[in-house]
């Protein structure tokens, strides 16, 4: 008879940062569970779940507070870098990470991640990027690629009616706070363990005490994109890629 073996160390675990028994909230194919495991395995890694003090958004980024396993607290309608302002300096022995889309951190609430990069702030930010508004139906946003089309961008953007993309990673970059600022994918499973190492850096530089720390994501919106998760990842090398290159921009 043959006898079953078992490497526990391959066998997928829940980290513990993260609820069990919680309904996936995402879209079948959605890489935000992808990013939220991503945080919540460094979390582990670091033994910060006792610590932390998580800041969840507005737009499908705010399910986390539904899954993480930390403390969390709400800052809808681009405000978690000003509510994790507050929460940081009042708990400085805490870690405090902010959780958002790219429209939440960079049209919503641009005032308030630009000025939390600015002021330096002991913070770590992660801001996932699909290049739309995912829980509003897809609608235009400031990543939104030239030539895109969304529901408000029926014939793609063009530079007179929306204007230019922002660059998220290279814009905090710029700001004299910032202490990291990189920007990552999740198209392969290469790209998610580099991205994983992003993501570790941007919460050491706030373990270390050194400033703003923070990580752009490519992610794939399926819904909104009308792909399948393998499209999906597809349009990520193919059009963003180029628009977005992935790299560290400020260490
Ligand atoms: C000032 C303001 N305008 C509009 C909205 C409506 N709204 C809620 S979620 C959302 C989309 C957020 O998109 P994004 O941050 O890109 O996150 P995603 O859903 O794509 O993960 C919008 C526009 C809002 N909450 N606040
Ligand atoms: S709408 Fe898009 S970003 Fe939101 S959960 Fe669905 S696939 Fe993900």
Redesign the pocket.
Known sequence: MQTETRNENLIFKIPKSLKEGTKFPFCPGCD?GVAVRLVAEILDEFNLREKTIAVS?????VMLYDWVNTDCVEA???RALAAATGVKRTNTDKCVFTY??????AS?GLAESMHAALRGENITAIC?N?T?????GG?A?PTTIMGQVTTTSPTGRNKEYYGYPIKIAEQIALCEGTAFAARGSLDTVLNIRKTKELIKKAFEVQLQGLGFGFVEILSS?PTNWRMTPQESHERIRKELFSVYPLGVYKE
Do not use: K
């Open positions: 935000h958004s507005i737009g499908c980024s809808p309608h681009g958002q889309g790219d429209g939440d951190f919503i996932i699909n739309t508004y995912g829980m509003t609608q946003g919106c």
